[in-house]
């Protein structure tokens, strides 16, 4: 059975940090991009940041783009989430996802594998 966990997630100022970690298992995902979505009340999901399976590539939405940092570590089968200078509207659920390949992210294509959720709540 995949699982993907969530966790690290909580109530911060603007302006500061958290870390969000995934952990991943029930699957070998070393051959899946992973990555972070979000949501927010009243708002649809979208796409945060992705790692490429072999960690070289990431990509991140604009919204992340200088702030954000997408990690893994395969021999512990996690992947990371570095939020720096955080924002009230980045307040939201934070979710963990997986699928083969990079071509979800590219192609902007739902993965198949899913977290509960993490609550990032960012106060001004």
């Known amino acids: 059975q995949v699982q993907l966990v969530e966790s690290g997630g909580g109530l911060v100022q603007a302006g500061g940090s958290l870390r969000l970690s995934c952990a991943a298992s029930?699957?070998?995902?070393?051959?899946?991009?992973m990555g972070w979505f979000r949501q927010a009340p009243g708002k649809e999901r979208e796409f945060v940041a992705a790692?490429?399976?072999?960690?070289?590539?990431?990509y991140y939405a604009d919204s992340a783009k200088g702030r954000f940092t997408v990690s893994r570590d395969d021999a512990k089968n996690m992947v990371y989430l570095q939020m720096n200078s955080l924002k009230p509207e980045d307040t939201a659920v934070y979710y963990c996802?997986?699928?083969?390949?990079?071509?979800?992210?590219?192609?902007?294509?739902?993965?198949?594998?899913w977290g509960q959720g993490t609550q990032v709540t960012v106060s001004s």
């Open positions: 996802a997986a699928d083969y390949g990079s071509a979800w992210v590219l192609r902007g294509v739902t993965p198949k594998y």
């Open positions: 029930g699957r070998t995902f070393s051959s899946d991009a």
């Open positions: 790692v490429s399976w072999s960690g070289t590539k990431t």
